[in-house]
């Protein structure tokens, strides 16, 4: 069964500090790594990661897949109030486009 | 161009009763996905539908639970005689191809059975 683990599963850092969450995968067949973000409503998508050690960014937040370790890491820098949420990584198997979810990191920003 | 539009927003049901959730793709969108999200879990796959057809439903339970995605109208998902394990957040993502980047996701419909 195809399976994301994502770690931490929550996190409380200070404005302006650095954070690293991770995701890793065990799957069939990968055909992309997707990571979102989830405030009280829709996932809004972050990044789509196909090939490895290319780091995408998007202002504070960056992330880059490791295909030899089946893993990803998010970044974000200068973390702000407005990051709290909870990330998701997600990764597509290419069966129908569905993808498989990690249960998520929660992340509090405090002031 | 709204988003993807789910409704209602909230749903309280009895055990035992109907629910029907509603997902309106985003204009020009004709791939439907609808996901569970059970609480301190991550999404789930339920089902894949495109107009007309199902194309993939091997996430959803094979009793109580159906969708469909007619050729007018928004996609439903419907679940009978609903149960207490039955209290999720549904989400409903479109796309226009099955590229996962061009997915979509509405805001949600939060099942509650009491």
Request: proline share 4%.
């Amino acid at each position: 069964e195809d399976k994301v683990v994502q770690s931490p599963l929550s996190l409380v850092v200070h404005e302006g500090d650095t954070v690293t969450l991770n995701c890793s995968y065990e799957v069939t067949n990968f055909r992309s790594l997707l990571w979102y973000k989830q405030e009280k409503k829709a996932p809004t998508f972050l990044f789509m990661l196909t090939s490895s050690g290319i780091e995408k960014k998007s202002g504070r937040l960056s992330s880059i897949l490791d295909k030899k370790e089946l893993s990803s890491i998010l970044n974000i820098t200068a973390t702000q109030t407005g990051d709290s949420a909870i990330y998701l990584c997600a990764v597509d198997t290419g069966t129908a486009s569905k993808l498989t979810f990690g249960t998520g990191t929660r992340l509090q920003v405090t002031l | 161009n709204a988003g993807v539009m789910q409704n209602p927003r909230h749903l309280v049901r009895r055990r035992g009763q109907e629910a029907r959730l509603r997902c309106s793709p985003m204009k020009g969108h004709s791939h439907v996905y609808w996901y569970r999200q059970l609480p301190e879990e991550g999404l789930k796959f339920m089902v894949y539908l495109q107009k007309e057809n199902i194309i993939d439903e091997s996430g959803m339970p094979k009793e109580r639970f159906s969708a469909e995605f007619p050729k007018e109208g928004p996609s439903i998902l419907r679940i009978q005689q609903v149960v207490r394990g039955d209290s999720a957040a549904y989400f409903c993502a479109s796309s226009y191809d099955t590229n996962p980047y061009g997915y979509t996701f509405g805001s949600g419909t939060r099942l509650t059975v009491v």
